[in-house]
């Protein structure tokens, strides 16, 4: 198999975690799209969505999905919302491109226990309704892609399933 894997879904489904588990498995390299940005801009999505706004951490997203599709043998994880703009998803069409899902109350346990803060989408008094909120307006854009449940399964049992279909 050539071309590239794609791991895309809501922040904290297990994409970072899972991508570099089919990486090893595949001897493929691993890219994670928001730590990338994060090397290339010298400070954390955080500090740039306060210091350059999310228009220009958006526009970081798209110049590095041109990049990427350029390559081969790479498994990709993205942030939550790259793979929801029309130009990402064209850039990557070469890609297998999976969805990873979670219940919102999964996803809000794995997110606190890596640190809220580290969130700037979720920010506020209730980060549980942000979730569902944010989980319904993405639905359509997730849906566009083969989703693989995360709910009570392993990381490595999510890598498997994906094997098997690829």
Do not use: H
Not at 38 to 52: D, H, L, N, P, Y
Not at 137 to 161: C, L, M, Q, V
């Amino acid at each position: 198999m050539s071309g590239n894997i794609v791991l895309t879904g809501f922040m904290g489904t297990g994409k970072s975690t899972v991508g570099k588990l089919l990486a090893a498995r595949l001897g493929w390299r691993f890219a994670d799209t928001d730590a990338l940005i994060e090397e290339r801009q010298g400070q954390s999505i955080t500090a740039i969505f306060a210091k350059q706004g999310e228009a220009a951490f958006r526009q970081m997203e798209a110049a590095l999905a041109r990049e990427l599709a350029g390559k081969e043998n790479l498994v990709i994880a993205t942030g939550g919302k790259f793979m929801l703009a029309v130009e990402n998803v064209q850039a990557l069409a070469a890609s297998r491109v999976f969805c990873l899902t979670a219940e919102p109350e999964e996803i809000l346990v794995r997110i606190m226990a890596d640190g809220a803060a580290l969130r700037p989408l979720l920010a506020g008094a209730d980060p549980a309704a942000t979730i569902r909120r944010l989980l319904t307006e993405r639905a359509t854009g997730y849906g566009r892609f083969p989703a693989i449940s995360g709910g009570g399964k392993t990381p490595e049992a999510i890598a498997d399933e994906i094997l098997a279909l690829i």
